[in-house]
């Protein structure tokens, strides 16, 4: 088998669990995990770490950029702020006009872009007092979500018609889009909320290269060595290797997370030790 990561083109409909199970069952393979997951109602790029090796790194793959291709409805607003919530049409108050596009967009400018305080549904995973959030929503609990820190680098009107609206985005990991959709329909005094997401990009790779689940083989997992590639890198001798392999510590300067290589293929991942002997050890082995 191959360890790595394979790129996927998820449908909508599917839950990212059930695309990591139907991939599971294809690959006859239980080690498959993933870096992060799309709601069932988006499409788009999934990346699934395939292997116990490729299991091992998934940690130092956290807090990736993304980019998404987001459709957001005007005149509408929803308890999940997402179309799989219970919708409710919005009646303007009078004296409302139309927003045109270049208001669109210098709102955006004005509150949604750079580094703003957020707001996640209450219909998410945030974890409330140990509680997942959903779960205390769906039992009729008020949910009190705490507020985040999220960094919006762009956001892009692509086409707009009203009541439809469909945005380009790219932002930091933790992002909910579906908030930004429901706070754009707040400030322009009318509600909305986000009818459809399409996720383009994580950090590096891009949805152009993903395969569709049913389409999937071993040939497309992307190796580990080319996933680690970018990572610091330290080549070891054959002795080297061995006392990485087995616990010990090996003299060299390493900064922490460094790909230990052998052979051309990366066999750990090293930390220094923090006695001042300039030495390492690896903290996984793969």
């Not at 607003?77 to 409710?88: A, F, K, Q, W």
């Not at 957020?118 to 997942?132: D, F, L, W």
């Not at 990009?201 to 891009?206: I, T």
């Not at 930390?271 to 082995?285: E, F, I, N, T």
Request: some cysteine; hydrophobic content about 40%.
């Amino acid at each position: 088998m191959r360890h790595g990561f394979l790129l996927i083109d998820k449908p909508c409909g599917p839950t990212s669990h059930s695309v990591v199970s139907g991939i599971r069952r294809e690959f006859g393979e239980k080690k498959i995990g993933h870096l992060g997951t799309l709601d069932p109602a988006a499409s788009g790029l999934l990346i699934l770490a395939v292997g116990a090796k490729a299991l091992k790194v998934i940690e130092l793959f956290s807090n990736l950029s993304k980019e998404y291709e987001a459709d957001v409805t005007f005149g509408i607003i929803s308890s999940t702020y997402d179309r799989d919530g219970v919708l409710e049409e919005v009646i303007p108050k009078g004296g409302w006009e139309i927003p045109q596009k270049h208001e669109i967009q210098r709102t955006i400018k004005n509150h949604l872009l750079g580094k703003i305080k957020q707001v996640p549904p209450a219909y998410s995973a945030v974890h409330i007092e140990g509680k997942r959030a959903y779960d205390l929503a769906r039992s009729g609990k008020s949910v009190d979500m705490p507020v985040r820190e999220v960094d919006i680098k762009k956001c892009e009107v692509k086409s707009y018609e009203y009541p439809n609206l469909k945005l380009n985005i790219s932002c930091s990991s933790g992002t909910y889009i579906r908030s930004i959709a429901h706070d754009l329909g707040k400030l322009l005094k009318f509600g909305a909320y986000l009818s459809g997401l399409h996720r383009t990009v994580v950090d590096k790779w891009s949805v152009e290269d993903a395969v569709s689940p049913e389409k999937v083989a071993w040939g497309h997992v992307v190796p580990l060595k080319d996933v680690l590639a970018d990572f610091p890198r330290f080549d070891l001798t054959n002795e080297q290797a061995e006392d990485v392999c087995n616990g010990r510590a090996i003299m060299c300067d390493v900064s922490s997370d460094t790909i230990a290589w052998h052979d051309n293929l990366p066999i750990a991942i090293l930390v220094p030790l923090k006695d001042g002997s300039r030495k390492a050890k690896g903290r996984k082995v793969f």
